[in-house]
């Protein structure tokens, strides 16, 4: 093992091996947007290779090879069948039968696939070359195969929606036969874009923001602002679910008391008349302890949660006159998705059972403000001394 793979923890060639074969069990992982990096994309693969090594070996997965071929990267040899949407970057997999690149072999392995086959109404045989070197071509392919299997089954060829399809796939080195393609999030691999400061509530929206900025290649800094223990243990457990997306990486959380948002003056708000402003006062507040700690950890910018129109404090007006203090770019993926498409994601990742846990939360002003322009805000906030 080379001194470079014994320092980097997450170096491909560290961890359980199995004895390195040229056939056996593989798994061909796509990406999409990788692709479009240009000079940068290597560097994209490389992350994302390492990535799905660190996952095999934190899972128990062991593996004899990572591959990178353009638009595919190959992992050989792997034990089990390990749940590779859990990397982000993953656009799709399948696990697959990897053999050499010989016709007359890939006509033989192909009856590993009969006896599905005999069960199925019809079937069809797909073939993709991304080696384009190999002969038969891919209609060659399909056409030989499927009247092998046609002639030994019995089951009829169906071109158009059939019950069952076989895939062939020709790489530069190997053959590859599979029936399964899984669903990955795609976006890029956690920490390839840069860090961001996270406002984060036990709630479901936040978390859901946070996970599809990480989609998008960020490393999150959650921070959350304590409103009861209750809450905060949500929040807890959100990261660590999160965490479970990260491949690795560490998502920290900085917990700090909703108190010291209103310098211990917020108890003296309700009643008054200032009490219409406390939600609008608090996000403002938020967003200025957010960039504080932005840049004091070299991060580039604040995520939230926000969705225009949602609740009072998310007005265009309010949310103008709030993120003022911001003074760093705010990122809000689900500023325009309704309720019930947030709510699914959250289900998808793992996030929804957490957030709807019962929890004291926020106590809830009277009236609030719904159209905060700037200017009356600034006001507000001179006039209870919070800024």
């Not at 923001?209 to 959350?224: E, S």
């Not at 580039?300 to 949310?319: F, H, M, P, R, Y």
């Amino acid at each position: 093992m080379s001194p470079a793979a014994m320092e980097n923890p997450k170096d491909p060639r560290r961890g359980p091996l199995l004895n390195e074969g040229p056939e056996g069990r593989a798994i061909i992982v796509r990406y999409n947007e990788i692709s479009l990096k240009g000079r940068n994309r290597g560097r994209f693969e490389q992350k994302l290779r390492d990535d799905l090594a660190w996952f095999l070996r934190r899972h128990g997965h062991a593996f004899s090879a990572i591959e990178v071929e353009r638009g595919r990267i190959y992992l050989r040899g792997v034990e089990g069948r390990p749940d590779l949407k859990m990397v982000l970057g993953v656009h799709s997999y399948s696990p697959a039968l990897e053999i050499e690149r010989d016709l007359g072999r890939l006509k033989k392995e192909t009856a590993r696939f009969f006896p599905e086959i005999r069960g199925r109404r019809d079937f069809r045989v797909s073939c993709q070359r991304i080696a384009k070197d190999f002969l038969p071509d891919s209609m060659g392919i399909e056409r030989e195969l499927g009247t092998l299997i046609e002639e030994s089954t019995g089951t009829p060829v169906r071109l158009k929606d059939p019950d069952y399809e076989m895939h062939v796939e020709i790489g530069r080195r190997r053959l590859y036969l599979f029936s399964e393609k899984h669903p990955g999030f795609g976006g890029f691999p956690v920490d390839s874009s840069g860090k961001l400061v996270s406002l984060i509530s036990g709630g479901i929206d936040s978390p859901v923001a946070t996970f599809l900025m990480m989609k998008r290649g960020v490393l999150p800094l959650l921070l959350h602002f304590a409103v009861s223990p209750g809450e905060t243990d949500k929040v807890r457990r959100l990261r660590e679910r999160l965490q479970e997306y990260a491949a690795g990486e560490e998502i920290t959380l900085t917990v700090i008391p909703r108190e010291e948002l209103f310098a211990g003056r917020l108890d003296d708000l309700y009643g008054s008349r200032f009490e219409p402003y406390i939600c609008v006062i608090c996000k403002y507040r938020m967003h200025k302890k957010a960039a504080e700690l932005a840049l004091s950890q070299g991060a580039l910018g604040v995520i939230s949660g926000d969705n225009l129109a949602q609740v009072a404090s998310q007005t265009l007006k309010n949310l103008y006159a709030q993120r003022r203090a911001a003074s760093l770019p705010v990122y809000s993926p689900l500023i325009a998705c309704e309720k019930s498409e947030t709510v699914a994601l959250a289900k998808r990742i793992g996030t929804y059972e957490i957030s709807i846990a019962p929890a004291p939360g926020c106590r809830l002003p009277r009236d609030p403000k719904t159209g905060v322009d700037a200017a009356r805000l600034l006001k507000v906030l001179e006039e209870t001394g919070l800024e």
